[in-house]
Every structure is written in C-alpha cells, then in structure tokens.
C-alpha cells in the first residue's frame, strides 16, 4: 500500500466541495485521519456516519491541531474570522488552501491576520466543480473528474505545498492550471460570476411575469439548460457578488455593450451582420473547448491528454478512401477569400484544429464566415483594407503555416497584433519571415527565445517591395513574402533555391490577382484587388501518404486513395515510393479549383528497396518524410536522405525524433545534420515483422504519430504512442479510416 500524502487533514466546512474532496482521499489513501469543523452539529454528525471523518469539531482551532493540510470549505466572507482562530495551531510545515470562487479576498483576509509575512504552506486554490444540490450528502467522488482545479501560488507560496496540492487534485482526476489571483478573479467573473448572475436574473425576470406559469410550463431544453445554474445556493452567490464586486461589475458592462450591438443587428435586420456574429461565437466555443492549449502548472507535471495504442497482427490494409481536404489549401482558402472582394464559397474544406485556427483568426479580425459545415465554407469578404484589429492576441494552436502566412498579411495592415501558439508552435523559428518582412519595412518582433513566438506586429501600411533570395526553401517563407507584396508599393520578387509548394500561387491567380512564375522566380506587382472565387480544395497528398506507405509495406494490400491533390510541387512522396518499388499508379487524373487532382491506388506486391532518396525531390515531400522513414525500415538494403535539414524544424525534431523511436522498435538507423542514413530490415519476396513494437514519444506531433501507427502493419509488439492529440490538427479522420483498412489502433485519453 503507498504511503497516505498526509497524516491529517482537517476541513473547515463540510459542504459539497468539501465532502467531495473528502471522498477522494478516502478512495484513494490520500490520508491517515481527516477530521472537519463546522457549525451546524447534524453535519458532523452525518458526516460521521458517512465515513467521511474521524472526529468533528465546532472549534476551527481544535480541528486544525496536527493537521498537516487545511481545507478552507467555507463561505468567503467567512475567511479572516477562521484563520484567526487556527493561527495558532498551524505550523511552518502545515499547508492551508481554499476552495473559494474569488481569490483576492481570500488573500487580503490571509494578510489581515498575518500582515505581509504570509506562511509558506498558504496556496489559495478554486475547484471549477459543481452541482445543484448542496450539503454533506450532495457530495461525489467523481464531481472534479475532468474538471479544471485553479491553484494560485503567491509568491511567498513554497514550492512543496504546490507540489502536494497538484498531486492531491490530480488524484482527484482534475486539471491542474496556474494563474495570479488578480487574473483569476477577472477571468472568473466573466466565465462564472456573470453566468450565474444572469441566470438568477432571467429567472427573476419571467417569475415576475404575470403568465410566468406558462412561461416555465413550456419551457424549452435552452431554458432548462441556460437557467439551471440559478438553483445554485444564494447566500454563497450572494457573497461572491460582492467579494469579486470590480471585476463583476466591469463583466457586466461588457455584456450590457455586446447585448446592444445585438439588438441594433436585430432591429435592423441586418442579415450579415447577424449571421456573422452568430457564427463568430459558435465557431469561438468550439475553438476554446478543442483547441486551447492546456497549461499545466508546471512542466514535469504535465499530463499527455491522448495515446495511441497498435496492436499487432493485422492481416489485411485494403480499400478505397477519401482522405481530409489539404490543410495548405484549407488554409490559404481562408485567408485569401477574407480579403477579397464578394462572397468566396469553398467546398472539401479541412476542418482539423490548424485550419480552423486561420478560419477562428479571421473571424476574430471581423469577417463573417458561416460555417464549417460538411467542408463548406462561405466567406464574406471584406477586401484589402477591410481587416479589424483583433481584441486579443490571435491564437494559431500548432499551425506554422497560419502563424508565418498571417505574418505577411498583418504586416501590411495599420492595426497592431500579437500571435501565440502551443507548445509545439512556440519552439518553431519565426526569424526566416521576420527577416525579409522588416527588409520590406514590417515592425515585426519574435518575442520568445532564439526567434520563436510569440511574434509582435506594429501596425504600418508602407512596406516596400523586394527582391529576396531565400536561403533555404520554405513554401511559407515564400507564401508570407508574396502576402506582404499584395500590400507593398512596386514589385515583390522572390527566387527560390528549390521549387517549392505553389498553393499561394495558383490560388492568387484564381482570385484574379496576377503572379508570374519564371523558373524559379516569382514575382507580383503591389496595390491589385482579389475577387471572390469558387474554391474546391482537393483530398490533402500529405495525408494520404500515411496510406501510401501502409499499402507500400504489406502484403496483399490494395488501397486507393480518391481525389488527391497531385500538385507538382507536392508530389515527391509519389516519385520517392516509385523509386523504392512501390506498385502505385495515378489514375483518373484532371483539374478541380485550378489544382490538379487524381487517385491514387497502391498495391503491396513486391518489396521495396533502399536508395539514396533524391535530394531535387526532399521540397516536394518536406512533410511526408517521416512515413517514408517507415517505409526505408521495411526496404531492403540501406536508404540514404540528405538535404533536409529543414526537418530538424518542423513541429518537433523528425530526424531525430524518427530516427528515436526506430531504434526502440529495432531499427539501425543514423541521423545526420541534414538527414538520416537507415538499414532496412525487409528482404526480398518475404513480408516478415519488421518492428519490435515499443513505447514512443511522438512530441506532439501529428506526423510523428501517424507513421509509426502505420509501423504496426509490421510489428511484432504492441506499439504506444504518446502524445497524440495533435493528430486532429490534420487528419481527424485518421484512427477511423486506418481502423477501417485493417490496422487496430486503440485511442486513450
């Protein structure tokens, strides 16, 4: 049996939160002995008779003696007057923690008994939890499972007792998050004392009404839903209200201004508008529920939020597929039609977390754009001086792409703005678009360390247009430039060293803009217009390629991947896995939305063979070259990739990172500065295992955990793969589809 994480805790308050929380150190052995304190006699003793407690007390101070952990349960208003009482009783090694609502009051009642010397054990916190019914009874051992628990260390808060208190709410499956108590009373009086406060409000409103009896009679499940929060018990609200006074009556101002702009578009009839505002806000609640980055307290306690599972032994990878739109095209689909003229309609749209992400920071920058609904999108655009400032920090979750494109358009516009990403995004270089933007005359600043984001732009409308040769090749390097120049006075030229993605290209020219492409050097002339188009976006090559490679390495497959974007510049997956001896054939090909498309069919019929991958074709499968590390394992004979440093850069390190989880699951292979040398382990005409299995750390990205699911069509063992969330970014679909032709994969969150 572990050893308990406290000898005695002590509740001052016995109600729902505290009952709750004393369910889960019983469940879980977190104590030798928990004992309460209340006022009300009855409480202590159901509380007895529960098994909740040992001993109760209606002397805080006697609850509290030998206690090393104290749990404020209480009223908030009632904080000074108990810490009082127990100030004598708790020791230098005694951590005392609340559970209150607001936070600043809690403080200022911890300074007025201890002035500014402050225990080091005293870390105020808030579980964000809840339920209608309210009491010793109403408690639940499950009520913080998946819920957020706010810790608020100060700074004389000991590192120990944080440590303690994020185990112990972890214990009670809870998400553990930090911020400074000023910041959480404000977020809180918007995401929770504003919402109550309404709710008491409506339902004050219809109770004073003289039909209120119909009113409630046939009330709707969004009445139901929206009012049930008012059953919640008024003496605490009403001391909440009070406790959090400034930061409720500022939230209630912003409401009171945002609910007039909605009843002006009411009365108006203003269809646009509405619909824009409508969807504004369902689309920002989707973003904020899937894909706000979790932010944990501190770093080793972090938690991975999804792990894949592969079992071996599967037998067969067949069947015809549609894979998600391409994320390259999703992306500039958004962003070209925001700032063009008229109404741009988009079909096969991606909806994975980056190219909403470009939709939600568009929305924020106040376009109105319906959907996504089924991959359409309507875009009502508002031409090239139409772009609002955005009210906050615009947010691109794991998109290099969104963040170094947008750099180019927010560039030229007269508003600031400031863009953040997760932690993926924010170790990724953003200096090689700063660069060249300042060179055209952008303020741009990458505020995090080594140039990564945070990335600052000060507002300007004179850039100035260039030649720039790229150093390297960078289709978003390239794309944000090319961006800029719409807004720059004369001609923005750029050559490249290797062909790169021509996605900005030809969707500029469809947008009636003029690019000309000489070789490698493009070019376009500052001050034109877009004009709103029809935009199809073809199935994304980069997804597929996880299939190609699947089909490529097993025997007896036969996979065919539909309408797949077969754009030149993307097509070096295709010419790589022909080189290897892959059995695949494009077939059916033509033109949808000025973009080549055709399918793709792969057969596993003979196996593949190692080669020294050509470096004219490491641009046109920058992505796909993690599956295609799968493949070079199952080859035969040693494969060879160089200039491709541009890997070591991307979501995570992919050389490296590849070349980890290989040699746990028993591949020889070598990274290099700007590749990787790989023994194949296949032989020729025999389709035996290839991988041991193993357990591997994808990084959070999305690529990584998609080829080395693809591994266990050959492994031995069961493979885990860590950190796998970030999958969504891309290829929601993936676990699906994969299951589908054959694979098994197990999803655990």
């Given at each position: 049996?572990?050893?308990?994480?406290?000898?005695?805790?002590?509740?001052?308050?016995?109600?729902?939160?505290?009952?709750?929380?004393?369910?889960?150190?019983?469940?879980?052995?977190?104590?030798?002995?928990?004992?309460?304190?209340?006022?009300?006699?009855?409480?202590?003793?159901?509380?007895?008779?529960?098994?909740?407690?040992?001993?109760?007390?209606?002397?805080?101070?006697?609850?509290?003696?030998?206690?090393?952990?104290?749990?404020?349960?209480?009223?908030?208003?009632?904080?000074?007057?108990?810490?009082?009482?127990i100030q004598p009783f708790v020791t230098e090694k005694t951590i005392i923690t609340d559970v209150g609502s607001t936070k600043g009051n809690v403080?200022?009642?911890?300074?007025?008994?201890?002035?500014?010397?402050?225990?080091?054990?005293?870390?105020?916190?808030?579980?964000?939890?809840?339920?209608?019914?309210?009491?010793?009874?109403?408690?639940?051992?499950?009520?913080?499972?998946?819920?957020?628990?706010?810790?608020?260390?100060?700074p004389s808060s000991a590192d120990w007792a944080v440590e303690k208190l994020i185990q112990l709410w972890q214990a009670a499956k809870a998400e553990?998050?930090?911020?400074?108590?000023?910041?959480?009373?404000?977020?809180?009086?918007?995401?929770?004392?504003?919402?109550?406060?309404?709710?008491?409000?409506?339902?004050?409103?219809?109770?004073?009404?003289?039909?209120?009896?119909?009113?409630?009679?046939?009330?709707?499940?969004?009445?139901?839903?929206?009012?049930?929060?008012?059953?919640?018990?008024?003496?605490?609200?009403?001391?909440?209200?009070?406790?959090?006074?400034?930061?409720?009556?500022?939230?209630?101002?912003?409401?009171?201004?945002?609910?007039?702009?909605?009843?002006?578009?009411?009365?108006?009839?203003?269809?646009?508008?509405?619909?824009?505002?409508?969807?504004?806000?369902?689309?920002?609640?989707?973003?904020?529920?899937?894909?706000?980055?979790?932010?944990?307290?501190?770093?080793?306690?972090?938690?991975?939020?999804?792990?894949?599972?592969?079992?071996?032994?599967?037998?067969?990878?067949?069947?015809?597929?549609?894979?998600?739109?391409?994320?390259?095209?999703?992306?500039?689909?958004?962003?070209?039609?925001?700032?063009?003229?008229?109404?741009?309609?988009?079909?096969?749209?991606?909806?994975?977390?980056?190219?909403?992400?470009?939709?939600?920071?568009?929305?924020?920058?106040?376009?109105?754009?319906?959907?996504?609904?089924?991959?359409?999108?309507?875009?009502?655009?508002?031409?090239?001086?139409?772009?609002?400032?955005?009210?906050?920090?615009?947010?691109?979750?794991?998109?290099?792409?969104?963040?170094?494109?947008?750099?180019?358009?927010?560039?030229?516009?007269?508003?600031?703005?400031?863009?953040?990403?997760?932690?993926?995004?924010?170790?990724?270089?953003?200096?090689?678009?700063?660069?060249?933007?300042?060179?055209?005359?952008?303020?741009?600043?990458?505020?995090?360390?080594?140039?990564?984001?945070?990335?600052?732009?000060?507002?300007?409308?004179?850039?100035?247009?260039?030649?720039?040769?790229?150093?390297?090749?960078?289709?978003?390097?390239?794309?944000?430039?090319?961006?800029?120049?719409?807004?720059?006075?004369?001609?923005?030229?750029?050559?490249?060293?290797?062909?790169?993605?021509?996605?900005?290209?030809?969707?500029?020219?469809?947008?009636?803009?003029?690019?000309?492409?000489?070789?490698?050097?493009?070019?376009?002339?500052?001050?034109?217009?877009?004009?709103?188009?029809?935009?199809?976006?073809?199935?994304?090559?980069?997804?597929?390629?996880?299939?190609?490679?699947?089909?490529?390495?097993?025997?007896?497959?036969?996979?065919?991947?539909?309408?797949?974007?077969?754009?030149?510049?993307?097509?070096?997956?295709?010419?790589?896995?022909?080189?290897?001896?892959?059995?695949?054939?494009?077939?059916?090909?033509?033109?949808?939305?000025?973009?080549?498309?055709?399918?793709?069919?792969?057969?596993?019929?003979?196996?593949?063979?190692?080669?020294?991958?050509?470096?004219?074709?490491?641009?046109?499968?920058?992505?796909?070259?993690?599956?295609?590390?799968?493949?070079?394992?199952?080859?035969?004979?040693?494969?060879?990739?160089?200039?491709?440093?541009?890997?070591?850069?991307?979501?995570?390190?992919?050389?490296?990172?590849?070349?980890?989880?290989?040699?746990?699951?028993?591949?020889?292979?070598?990274?290099?500065?700007?590749?990787?040398?790989?023994?194949?382990?296949?032989?020729?005409?025999?389709?035996?295992?290839?991988?041991?299995?193993?357990?591997?750390?994808?990084?959070?990205?999305?690529?990584?955990?998609?080829?080395?699911?693809?591994?266990?069509?050959?492994?031995?063992?069961?493979?885990?793969?860590?950190?796998?969330?970030?999958?969504?970014?891309?290829?929601?679909?993936?676990?699906?589809?994969?299951?589908?032709?054959?694979?098994?994969?197990?999803?655990?969150?």
């Amino acid at each position: 049996m572990s050893v308990p994480l406290f000898e005695k805790v002590a509740f001052i308050g016995l109600g729902l939160i505290g009952s709750s929380l004393a369910r889960v150190m019983i469940a879980q052995g977190l104590a030798k002995e928990i004992v309460a304190s209340t006022r009300s006699q009855k409480t202590l003793e159901d509380a007895k008779a529960l098994g909740l407690i040992q001993q109760g007390y209606s002397d805080p101070a006697e609850a509290v003696k030998g206690a090393d952990l104290v749990v404020l349960a209480l009223p908030v208003r009632a904080t000074q007057k108990v810490l009082e009482a127990i100030q004598p009783f708790v020791t230098e090694k005694t951590i005392i923690t609340d559970v209150g609502s607001t936070k600043g009051n809690v403080v200022a009642a911890a300074k007025a008994v201890y002035g500014e010397n402050l225990p080091a054990g005293f870390v105020p916190g808030h579980p964000i939890a809840g339920a209608e019914l309210t009491g010793v009874h109403a408690g639940k051992v499950d009520l913080f499972a998946n819920h957020k628990v706010i810790l608020t260390p100060l700074p004389s808060s000991a590192d120990w007792a944080v440590e303690k208190l994020i185990q112990l709410w972890q214990a009670a499956k809870a998400e553990v998050i930090c911020m400074d108590v000023e910041k959480h009373d404000e977020v809180l009086a918007h995401t929770s004392h504003l919402p109550h406060l309404m709710a008491f409000n409506l339902v004050e409103q219809l109770a004073n009404r003289e039909d209120n009896l119909d009113i409630f009679r046939y009330a709707a499940g969004g009445f139901r839903d929206f009012s049930r929060i008012a059953a919640s018990d008024p003496h605490m609200w009403h001391d909440i209200f009070f406790a959090n006074k400034k930061a409720i009556l500022n939230a209630v101002d912003g409401f009171e201004k945002q609910l007039a702009i909605l009843r002006k578009l009411i009365e108006d009839e203003n269809s646009q508008a509405l619909m824009g505002l409508l969807g504004h806000a369902q689309a920002a609640r989707q973003h904020f529920n899937h894909m706000l980055a979790k932010r944990p307290l501190m770093e080793k306690n972090k938690v991975t939020t999804q792990q894949f599972t592969i079992l071996p032994g599967a037998k067969q990878f067949q069947g015809k597929f549609t894979v998600p739109g391409d994320k390259s095209v999703s992306h500039r689909s958004i962003m070209f039609g925001a700032i063009a003229e008229g109404t741009t309609h988009v079909t096969g749209f991606l909806e994975g977390e980056d190219a909403l992400a470009t939709l939600q920071a568009f929305r924020d920058m106040g376009v109105s754009i319906e959907g996504p609904k089924n991959g359409e999108v309507t875009i009502h655009g508002v031409g090239m001086n139409g772009l609002k400032a955005p009210a906050s920090a615009l947010y691109m979750g794991n998109s290099g792409t969104s963040m170094r494109l947008l750099s180019g358009m927010l560039s030229a516009q007269k508003f600031d703005s400031v863009m953040t990403g997760d932690a993926s995004l924010s170790k990724r270089p953003m200096e090689r678009i700063a660069k060249p933007l300042r060179e055209m005359g952008a303020q741009i600043q990458t505020t995090g360390e080594r140039g990564t984001p945070p990335v600052s732009i000060s507002g300007s409308q004179n850039l100035k247009g260039i030649h720039y040769d790229l150093p390297m090749a960078s289709a978003q390097v390239k794309s944000g430039i090319l961006l800029a120049g719409l807004w720059a006075d004369g001609e923005t030229v750029i050559t490249e060293p290797e062909p790169t993605r021509d996605h900005s290209e030809r969707m500029l020219r469809a947008f009636g803009y003029d690019v000309k492409t000489e070789g490698n050097r493009i070019s376009l002339q500052g001050g034109g217009k877009l004009v709103a188009t029809e935009i199809q976006v073809p199935s994304d090559i980069s997804s597929a390629a996880f299939f190609m490679v699947g089909a490529a390495i097993t025997e007896g497959s036969d996979v065919t991947l539909e309408a797949v974007g077969i754009n030149p510049t993307r097509t070096g997956v295709i010419e790589i896995l022909k080189q290897m001896g892959a059995d695949l054939s494009v077939e059916n090909e033509r033109i949808a939305g000025g973009e080549p498309i055709a399918d793709i069919r792969i057969r596993g019929s003979r196996t593949l063979k190692g080669i020294h991958m050509p470096e004219d074709q490491v641009p046109l499968a920058i992505d796909e070259f993690p599956a295609l590390f799968i493949a070079a394992a199952c080859a035969e004979g040693q494969t060879i990739l160089t200039g491709a440093a541009e890997l070591r850069v991307k979501e995570s390190d992919r050389i490296q990172v590849m070349a980890d989880g290989m040699k746990t699951m028993g591949i020889d292979c070598t990274p290099t500065d700007d590749g990787i040398i790989i023994e194949g382990k296949g032989k020729a005409g025999e389709w035996d295992t290839i991988f041991t299995g193993g357990e591997i750390e994808s990084h959070h990205d999305h690529r990584i955990a998609m080829s080395f699911s693809m591994a266990g069509l050959r492994t031995s063992g069961e493979i885990k793969i860590v950190g796998t969330e970030t999958v969504a970014t891309s290829f929601p679909t993936f676990t699906e589809l994969a299951n589908e032709a054959g694979l098994a994969i197990q999803v655990t969150e």
